[in-house]
């Protein structure tokens, strides 16, 4: 089993900044792809970004160049620093991780003031 522990969220007023990051412990052989997605309420979880080991990163259209994401292989922890947050960034954030299995973190809430 891997267990994913995200931090960094919180309350940020429109246009703000926050960086979240995702701690991976446990039994971890060779983590691929680490990533993040997100959950509104009432929609659908949705793709934010992700980054492969050693490969580019890829986000979805709704956050490029207003994100990035990053990730250190040796701590098994990836990042996702958030900038120019809008309102409608407002979700609760999940970590991902790609063992061949997938795996969860609980979820971290940002919220975006207008």
């Known amino acids: 089993q891997v267990q994913l522990v995200e931090s960094g969220g919180g309350l940020v007023q429109t246009g703000g900044s926050l960086r979240l990051s995702c701690a991976a412990s446990?039994?971890?052989?060779?983590?691929?792809?680490m990533g993040w997605y997100r959950q509104a309420p009432g929609k659908q979880r949705e793709f934010v970004a992700r980054i492969l080991r050693g490969g580019s990163p890829n986000y979805a259209d709704s956050v490029k160049g207003r994100f990035t994401i990053s990730r250190d292989n040796a701590k098994n922890t990836v990042y996702l620093q958030m900038n120019s947050l809008k309102p409608e960034d407002t979700a609760v954030y999940y970590c991902n991780a790609d063992q061949g299995t997938s795996y969860w973190g609980q979820g971290t809430q940002v919220t975006v003031s207008s």
């Open positions: 446990g039994r971890i052989l060779t983590i691929n792809a």
